[in-house]
């Protein structure tokens, strides 16, 4: 009986010595001291890789997703009791990377860019579902990512989509310059177009991400989206990622300057912060469905309390790593330069561009194949969550555009097919 007695107390404290050595562990994770560790303090990984064409040699999935959880997981970090591993998603996971070559890279009608509103069934359905055991929390991001596929119809010398990471915006995060989120491999590259949507131009670049079944992220500025609501629908639907780039192309570290609105140009004085919703409102009934918690300052003059307010907003602010200044070329030949010997020296990066930019928009398929004989890979950023608009916003831009009956001028006026 003693016996019996002392060998359940040498378990318990074995158990014991176990299960702190594991905490010990968790908690001595080092932290690079560029990571905000207030900001992930209250939230899971901020970037998760969830499809991946071919996992890197030297540095498999495994690793990075493991690095990536590291980075985000904070040492106080409750247990994910919310998650739901029920038996039920637990093999719907586990089939994942079997089940997901036929839904990606292909085609836009089987890959819905974003997810349902704040949803988090929908978000457990595609991120792995952690396993739960009292003793060792296993951190979700160990499961390896879908296996991404790389055919592309009638072009065997597709860009496709190398990785697809999906963003949790909650509580903001920052991509790009000085960003404290480094997730980019060696070569990989994000394209992302601002200031449209324009007839001609936004399809031209539409038309050349098509071709190489890849996926991009667009800006679009407020106004321009009231005029063509159709162009930002094709966007859409063809599995891009939307998010906004204020009303009227506003330097938001000031309050006053001039909006151009139907032909009238005029001085305006502005609130930020309207710009900002306005913009978001605007975009988001252009796409009339759900729009991606992304944001990009214009002129990428980011005021310090702004960046603040879209961080409460749960909306993430995108810089660039390579600016493209697309904006002062007159010819495709200069952007696609500028663009090539930027990566040359980068290596990487999140690159801007303008699908406004008329330049750019007959550069996009050269470039393109260029970043593909060039061995570069796209890197598709996923928006865990739709953003959220603000009524009385909505309501806002329903009497702006009803005020012009919806489309400013018939679609079929302005759009011209690009077939050459
Ligand atoms: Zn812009």
Request: charged share 20%; with cysteine; hydrophobic share 40%.
């Amino acid at each position: 009986m003693r016996l019996a007695s002392m060998a359940i107390a040498l378990v318990i404290v074995m158990c014991v010595a176990v299960f702190g050595a594991m905490l010990s562990q968790r908690t001595s994770v080092p932290v690079p001291p560029t990571a905000p560790a207030k900001a992930v303090a209250e939230r899971g990984p901020v970037i998760t890789t969830i499809e991946e064409r071919e996992p890197a040699a030297p540095a498999p999935a495994r690793a990075i997703a493991a690095s990536d959880a590291s980075v985000t997981a904070a040492p106080s970090a409750p247990a994910p009791t919310a998650l739901p591993a029920s038996p039920a998603s637990a093999p719907a996971s586990a089939a994942t990377p079997a089940a997901m070559p036929t839904t990606s890279g292909g085609g836009p009608a089987t890959a819905p860019m974003v997810v349902a509103q704040g949803s988090p069934s929908v978000a457990a359905a595609t991120a792995p579902a952690p396993v739960q055991s009292p003793a060792a929390p296993t951190p979700a991001a160990v499961t390896p990512p879908a296996k991404a596929t790389s055919s592309c119809p009638g072009n065997p010398n597709a860009l496709g989509v190398s990785r697809v990471v999906e963003i949790d915006t909650t509580g903001g995060a920052r991509f790009g310059f000085e960003s404290p989120y480094d997730f980019l491999r060696e070569g990989e590259v994000v394209l992302t177009f601002d200031d449209g949507p324009w007839p001609d131009r936004t399809q031209a670049v539409l038309k050349a991400l098509a071709a190489h079944c890849t996926k991009a992220i667009f800006f679009p500025i407020g106004v321009h989206a009231t005029y063509h609501p159709g162009i930002l629908k094709t966007v859409a639907a063809a599995g891009h990622a939307i998010g906004s780039h204020t009303w009227c192309h506003q330097n938001l570290a000031k309050t006053k300057g001039s909006c151009e609105f139907r032909g009238k140009k005029e001085a305006v004085e502005y609130d930020p912060k309207d710009e900002i919703e306005k913009g978001l409102s605007a975009v988001h009934w252009a796409v009339g469905g759900p729009t991606a918690p992304y944001f990009r300052f214009p002129q990428l003059k980011e005021p310090p309390e702004l960046v603040a307010y879209l961080g409460k907003r749960n909306i993430a602010v995108f810089n660039a790593d390579l600016d493209s200044f697309d904006f002062k070329m007159r010819k495709p030949e200069q952007v696609k330069k500028s663009v090539m010997e930027k990566l040359k020296k980068h290596g990487k990066g999140i690159i801007l561009m303008h699908d406004f930019q008329h330049a750019t928009s007959e550069a996009a398929m050269d470039l393109l194949n260029e970043l593909k004989a060039g061995g570069y890979k796209i890197v598709f950023m996923k928006p865990k969550n739709a953003v959220t608009t603000i009524a009385s916003y909505d309501e806002m831009i329903l009497k702006i555009v009803g005020a012009a009956g919806g489309e400013a001028r018939p679609t079929s006026s302005v759009i011209r097919d690009v077939n050459e």
